[in-house]
């Protein structure tokens, strides 16, 4: 038989109150500020996304490496319409892929002007016209998992207006420029500010420089006689790592403020429980490297789709793009992604390079390519 407890005195049972009411009194804080969260997560414009297509014959292995990986498209729009997010095409299409256990994120910005299949119907065009072809975000996902044999789900879109709003909150970010980059900024300003509602009377130099919002965006935007789309790619990427570090280390005031202001500009299919959840871990995450898609590349005009981006080939491509994303180096492509990477093949001419060769960073000029398998529209 168990002695019995000894009574307690009367000083241990008001202790003993005290921890335990300091406890509730923490769940309670906890609790609220849960709730505080939740009502600004709902400032975001929630979509519902009844079904995204998926390629139902990649491989078993395939399949079970996305599984450890959350995926997004990230999708910036150049609608010039603030707020309108079911017109115009992505002028930035970011895959965000955060690893479920490290919680490292890696970005790869898939150059706008990239030749792929971008309808159901078997249209080969531009990647970015994916997004006004197929009604927005959900087109704009299936044409990724289609072509790249991918599982996303789940995106975020922003324009303009949303980004500056957010750069000009947490008071800019710096980076270094070109003589060019600088020049092209200073005109850049003239048009993104009309259209974003903001204006700038900083002026762009070569070398070290603090970017406001309306700076910022036009560095991400230029492209020509700077490395075209794409330097312009790594500048995005570029901007985006620079504000995740700054708003990680943003005070309260500065966050309820972007919650207030930028998150009504927001516009996702992720649910409020799952942003929650993803919010717990946010100081836990951290940018891992990047890369441009695709990695193996040749420009060249593609009738009248215009000067492309050609994958050379797609399914080389795929391979590169999942052992960097995922570290499958046993990646296979899918017969799906292996019967568009032939068509673009067939159509365009460019095919896998020589193992020896090196990818040039070369642009999206080049001579009429012929109109083969598949619709070539722009």
């Not at 490496?65 to 995926?71: D, P, R």
């Not at 955060?98 to 078997?122: H, M, P, Q």
């Not at 048009?191 to 204006?199: E, H, K, N, Q, S």
């Not at 790592?241 to 972007?258: C, P």
């Amino acid at each position: 038989m168990s002695k019995k407890r000894k009574a307690l005195t009367k000083r241990q049972k008001n202790r003993r109150k005290l921890i335990v009411f300091i406890v509730e009194i923490i769940i309670l804080l906890i609790l609220l500020g849960g709730f505080w969260f939740a009502t600004k997560l709902n400032k975001i414009r929630h979509t519902t996304v009844e079904k995204v297509d998926k390629n139902e014959n990649m491989a078993k292995e395939t399949t079970e490496k996305l599984e450890k990986y959350t995926n997004l498209a990230l999708l910036g729009l150049d609608n010039r319409v603030v707020g309108n997010y079911k017109t115009g095409n992505a002028d930035s299409i970011i895959i965000a892929s955060i690893n479920n256990e490290t919680k490292e994120v890696k970005l790869v910005s898939v150059y706008r002007d990239t030749y792929l299949r971008v309808t159901e119907a078997g249209t080969y065009s531009k990647v970015n016209s994916a997004y006004s072809r197929n009604g927005g975000a959900v087109g704009m996902m299936n044409t990724l998992n289609t072509n790249l044999d991918l599982d996303i789900e789940d995106y975020i879109s922003v324009d303009w207006y949303a980004l500056v709003k957010t750069i000009n909150l947490i008071d800019g970010i710096d980076v270094e420029m070109t003589p060019q980059e600088a020049l092209q900024v200073n005109k850049y300003v003239r048009d993104v500010g009309p259209a974003t509602g903001y204006t700038t009377n900083k002026v762009a130099v070569a070398g070290a420089n603090h970017l406001d919002g309306v700076q910022a965006l036009s560095y991400a935007r230029i492209r020509k006689g700077v490395g075209d789309d794409f330097k312009r790619t790594e500048r995005q990427r570029e901007v985006i790592s620079k504000m995740v570090d700054k708003i990680k280390r943003a005070g309260f005031g500065t966050l309820n403020k972007i919650m207030d202001e930028v998150f009504p500009d927001i516009e996702t299919s992720l649910s409020l429980t799952e942003m929650l959840d993803m919010a717990k871990s946010l100081m836990e995450y951290s940018m891992g490297d990047s890369m441009g898609f695709p990695k193996e590349r040749e420009g060249k005009t593609v009738g009248s789709a215009g000067s492309c981006v050609i994958p050379a080939s797609l399914q080389t491509n795929a391979e590169i793009l999942h052992q960097f994303l995922f570290e499958n180096e046993a990646y296979q492509p899918s017969p799906t992604v292996q019967e568009i990477s032939n068509s673009i093949v067939y159509t365009t001419g460019v095919a896998a390079h020589p193992e020896e060769s090196t990818t040039q960073e070369q642009g999206t000029e080049g001579t009429t390519g012929t109109t083969g398998q598949g619709t070539v529209q722009q």
